[in-house]
């Protein structure tokens, strides 16, 4: 399938709403043409900084804004860090996230970053965070040190953005993509869903991701976990079909990208689990936990795998390895 940036609304609809296993069976077969069949890519993520974020994310149990019971810990050291770094490779991940509740870094946390950055890059896994927002010498520096991948997530469309969170504008998320893609990072960006959203607002999430001007290398789509003392506590749980169906779309007009699932996933059957793998999902975290949310366990992926035929993707050499290989070749 082309690779496109110029999707309209309607395009999207029109394969959002089409008849589910049509979509389905349209998915799997656009991720064949772009990703190794019964091959899944596998992150663990790591909360290097948890609690008392200024963001009034409605979905969060981070933000100081709510009393959602979540103990606040101070960053965590790098040496910590590295020890689950270490770990999360030895049970088949790929890829180390390490997310900050931080409205943007500063300058004084720069250091640590950098530092843990290195380190982790250094065992040979691919580097990825999460950190709030980003100026452009942000990036660039953490670029310099290695890192491979800046999560930044859109959330959900530009229309209901502003009934999930007040204290950072849709266009703000924006920006720091852009300024991550000019300092030469990969883009892990999505939304979640089940946030009492319109199918219009997933349609208009999609809409936003597939027309930057380079898709997202990973789009994460998470489910919505409901905690307790924020204001999305009662929100109703959105409907499986409706989660895979954006999973398949997501596929389909962002064929490149891995498509990952991430929060939520704790919660569902293998069942679904599978029909997502069906839809075009090829990517997860892995682990007991998501910064604060329960996470399907590695025993639980283990047998998942096992079931399914799956196997877990290899990190791929970096520059300097290709490099290394060649001369002795």
Not at 80 to 87: G, L, P, T
Not at 213 to 225: A, K, W
Not at 235 to 254: G, S
Request: hydrophobic share 40%; proline share 4%.
């Amino acid at each position: 399938m082309q690779l496109r940036n110029d999707w309209t609304r309607e395009e999207i609809q029109a394969l959002y709403e089409q008849p589910f296993l049509d979509l389905v069976f349209a998915a799997q077969r656009v991720h064949r043409e772009h990703f190794a069949a019964n091959t899944i890519q596998v992150s663990t993520l790591l909360s290097i900084k948890t609690g008392k974020c200024p963001e009034d994310c409605k979905y969060c149990s981070q933000s100081a804004h709510y009393d959602s019971k979540l103990e606040a810990e101070k960053r965590i050291a790098v040496e910590k860090v590295i020890q689950e770094a270490k770990e999360a490779q030895a049970s088949g991940s790929s890829r180390f996230c390490m997310g900050a509740a931080w409205r943007n870094p500063h300058e004084r946390d720069m250091p640590y970053v950098l530092e843990m950055v290195r380190e982790v890059k250094a065992l040979g896994m691919e580097t990825c965070m999460t950190l709030g927002m980003l100026n452009q010498s942000q990036a660039e520096r953490l670029k310099e040190a290695g890192l491979d991948y800046y999560n930044h997530n859109l959330d959900t469309s530009r229309e209901y953005y502003s009934n999930i969170i007040s204290t950072r504008t849709f266009d703000d998320r924006l920006n720091t993509l852009d300024h991550v893609r000019q300092a030469g990072l990969k883009v892990c960006s999505g939304g979640i869903v089940g946030l009492g959203e319109s199918s219009d607002d997933r349609i208009g999430l999609l809409l936003e991701l597939a027309t930057l001007p380079i898709h997202p290398e990973s789009v994460p789509i998470n489910m919505l976990v409901p905690i307790e003392g924020t204001p999305m506590q009662d929100v109703e749980k959105l409907d499986v079909i409706e989660w895979i169906r954006t999973i398949a779309v997501a596929r389909i007009i962002m064929p490149k990208s891995y498509i990952r699932l991430s929060a939520g996933r704790e919660s569902l059957s293998d069942s679904d689990q599978a029909l997502a793998f069906m839809a075009g999902a090829n990517s997860l975290f892995s682990g007991e936990k998501l910064l604060t949310t329960p996470n399907a366990g590695e025993g639980k992926d283990r047998e998942l795998f096992n079931k399914l035929g799956l196997t877990a993707e290899k990190a791929k050499p970096t520059v300097a390895e290709l490099s290394t290989d060649a001369m002795s070749a």
